[in-house]
Nanobody, 129 residues
């Protein structure tokens, strides 16, 4: 079974930065789509960014220019560098993985159900003003 373990969540001031990590038991160099999702209270879980096996990256409109998704295939670890954090970024952040050659298209948003087979337990990010 593939396991994902997130870390790096913290409480920060608006404008600050955090780097989230997701350690996986899977080979991230294989045909995988990996992603970061987040879920704020009373809201649906939403996709933040995706990266495929070739390193192609896509971002939700709300985080473009501020967040960067990356992976280290030697460490089988996924990262999310978050800069210029806003209070609206406050959420539980989850990493997800699917064995697929390509990630799903954005088309205005990514839904957590149906595509990704493996999920971590989440790490909390809180941004105060």
């Amino acid at each position: 079974q593939v396991q994902l373990v997130e870390s790096g969540g913290d409480s920060v001031q608006a404008g600050g930065s955090l780097r989230l990590s997701c350690a996986t038991s899977a080979d991230t160099h294989s045909n995988t789509c990996m992603a970061w999702f987040r879920q704020a209270p009373e809201k649906e879980r939403e996709g933040v960014a995706t990266i495929d096996a070739d390193g192609n990256m896509n971002y939700a409109d709300s985080v473009k220019g501020r967040f960067t998704i990356a992976k280290d295939n030697n460490k089988n670890t996924l990262y999310l560098q978050m800069n210029a954090l806003k209070p609206d970024d406050t959420a539980m952040y989850y990493c997800a993985l699917e064995f697929a050659g390509h990630c799903p298209p954005y088309r205005g948003g990514w839904r957590p159900g149906g595509f990704f087979s493996f999920w971590g337990q989440g790490t909390q990010v809180t941004v105060s003003s």
